[in-house]
Nanobody, 121 residues
Framework: QVQLVESGGGLVQPGGSLRLSCAAS????????MGWYRQAPGKERELVAR???????EFADSVKGRFTISRDNAKNTVYLQMSSLKPEDTAVYYC???????????????WGQGTQVTVSS
């Protein structure tokens, strides 16, 4: 059973920093993509950042220059370092991983349970 365990959310003042972690376990195959989405109240879920198997990364325009994403393949873990946080970053953050069992099989996406990030003074 695939499990994604998120941690690191919480309450932070504007301008502060948080680091989210997401550890995946219980899967068979290889991870070929990891990332983070977020969903604010009354809004649709949006991509925050993602990191494919290689070194390339992709960020939403709203977080460029403030957030970084990294992954530890040995630990099957993806991180989201968030700096210069703003009230509009307040949302539930969800991690995901794309897992492929074999090179010829389809990719399955698994989601974390979500972690609340609140930016407020």
């Amino acid at each position: 059973q695939v499990q994604l365990v998120e941690s690191g959310g919480g309450l932070v003042q504007p301008g502060g920093s948080l680091r989210l972690s997401c550890a995946a376990s219980g899967f068979f195959g290889s991870i070929n993509g990891m990332g983070w989405y977020r969903q604010a109240p009354g809004k649709e879920r949006e991509l925050v950042a993602r990191i494919p198997s290689g070194a390339t990364t992709e960020f939403a325009d709203s977080v460029k220059g403030r957030f970084t994403i990294s992954r530890d393949n040995a630990k099957n873990t993806v991180y989201l370092q968030m700096s210069s946080l703003k009230p509009e970053d307040t949302a539930v953050y969800y991690c995901y991983v794309n897992v492929q069992a074999y090179s010829w099989s389809r990719t399955n996406t698994y989601w974390g349970q979500g972690t609340q990030v609140t930016v407020s003074s």
